[in-house]
Nanobody, 123 residues
Framework: VLQLVESGGGSAQAGGSLRLSCTMS????????IAWFRQTPGAEREGVAR????????YYASSVSGRFTISQDSANNTVYLEMNSLKPEDSGMYYC????????????????WGQGTQVTVSS
């Protein structure tokens, strides 16, 4: 079992900041990868950032590189997404997911989605 719970979404103005949290509330084994995705109505879900839980190695989509930072607090089984310099196009429902196994390519193979947390950025 792996249960992920997202929190921290809300409203912000362009140029503002938000911090999202993804907590592993239930698990038998910590997944090697945790990632953040976002989705807007009628669009495909896109990967935003991921982290290797063993080494805290980050990986970012080009659209957020330099603005977002993914990190983890191992003691609290939580992965964070610090979002800075927000743009209206960053708006959407943000989900976190886990991936078991290795040799991940990009953002493929993630699952165990939480309920999501809404982010709205106004101009």
């Amino acid at each position: 079992v792996l249960q992920l719970v997202e929190s921290g979404g809300g409203s912000a103005q362009a140029g503002g900041s938000l911090r999202l949290s993804c907590t592993m509330s239930q698990y038998n084994k910590i997944p090697p990868y945790i990632a953040w995705f976002r989705q807007t109505p009628g669009a495909e879900r896109e990967g935003v950032a991921r982290i290797t839980t063993r080494y805290s190695t980050p990986y970012y989509a080009s659209s957020v590189s330099g603005r977002f930072t993914i990190s983890q607090d191992s003691a609290n089984n939580t992965v964070y997404l610090e979002m800075n310099s927000l743009k209206p196009e960053d708006s959407g429902m943000y989900y976190c997911g886990g991936r078991f196994g290795n040799q991940v390519i990009g953002f493929g193979g993630f699952g165990y989605w939480g309920q999501g947390t809404q982010v709205t950025v106004s101009s």
